[in-house]
């Protein structure tokens, strides 16, 4: 795909080697060792899109670390906040603000580390006992003091898809939407099922549609907390709906003169369609496929 993914692309190096090795990371801890700042889960950033770096000097004595990676030789870590996510991203202003206006490598970096210090701040318990869990392998496991559990942070796939029929693609808007934006269909992968069968099932579920010939086109990490949003096209021999309305306040069909035309105007679209934001995996998909 021509157009960059956004959230993907990380520079860091998450050199597991180090990970595993306690000696070897806590040599590491030094003063050469960068602190990536965080405002709660929010990033702080420079007017010029790059985040902003401390030393471990800033971090609070109390605040557990977990070890980003190394970047430019550096060993990079970020702190666990008090609490994880209170409430979905999209009610959060200063998120959006951000993926506007960091960097493609910044705004990475950044969805990497948002999504583990959160997960490390939502799992200070073990699932199996209820005992305290503590920080292991720099980071990237939570091991129980109780019944020894090992716990290891989640990503959850999600199936986003373009469904196509002659030359039309269905899309849909769930009530939270501003007007005139629309997306792809998109739900989570139940457990049993292979990705293919999460599209169809979905698509079923929320608009009605037997969908055939499932292909997968691109995936993105999306850290509001921790999925990875996985793009994929199909196509439908049979173009009516039957809308789930506690899914969707609506979905239709929209022809590639529509699609084009809500491309072309930029971010304030055409009088029924504003286009997927570049942050979005649709907007991705939806670029793909009228540009192949």
């Known amino acids: 795909m021509k157009a960059p993914i956004a959230f993907a692309g990380s520079p860091i190096d998450r050199a597991d080697h180090i990970r595993a090795n306690p000696d070897e990371l806590a040599a590491l801890m030094n003063w050469r060792a960068r602190l990536l700042k965080l405002d709660g889960l929010s990033p702080v950033y420079t007017d010029d899109g790059a985040l902003e770096w401390g030393t471990l000097a800033d971090a609070d004595p109390e605040a557990e670390l ?3 990676g190394l970047m430019d030789g550096k060993a990079c870590f970020a702190a666990v906040p008090d609490e994880g996510a209170t409430g979905p991203a999209y009610a959060n202003p200063s998120i959006w603000a951000a993926m506007s206006a960091l960097d493609p490598g910044e705004l990475a970096l950044y969805g990497g580390a948002r999504s583990l210090v959160d997960w490390h701040a939502r799992h200070r ?9 503590k920080v292991s392998k720099g980071g990237w496991q939570r091991n129980c003091e109780s019944c020894k559990a090992q716990h290891f942070p989640r990503t959850d796939p999600v ?7 002659k030359g039309h693609l269905l899309m849909g808007r769930q009530p939270r939407f501003p007007a005139r934006i629309y997306s792809a269909l998109a739900g989570f992968v139940e457990p049993g099922e292979t990705i293919e069968e999460a599209v169809a099932r979905e698509s079923f579920e929320e608009a009605g549609v037997r969908v055939r010939d499932v292909t997968y086109v691109a995936s993105q990490p999306w850290p509001f907390p921790s999925q990875l949003m996985i793009g994929c096209h199909g196509f439908t021999d049979d173009p ?6 506690t899914e969707l306040e609506e979905a239709r069909w929209f022809t590639r003169e529509e699609l084009e035309a809500a491309r072309a105007a930029g971010p304030d679209g055409t009088d029924t369609l504003i286009f997927p934001r570049p942050f979005a995996i649709a907007h991705n998909l939806l670029t793909w496929w009228l540009d192949k």
């Open 159 to 165: 199936t986003i898809m373009l469904i196509e029929h």
């Open 240 to 245: 009516e709906l039957a809308v789930d309305f």
């Open 66 to 68: 977990v070890f980003l």
């Open 125 to 133: 318990f073990c699932a199996r006992c209820g005992g305290p869990t």
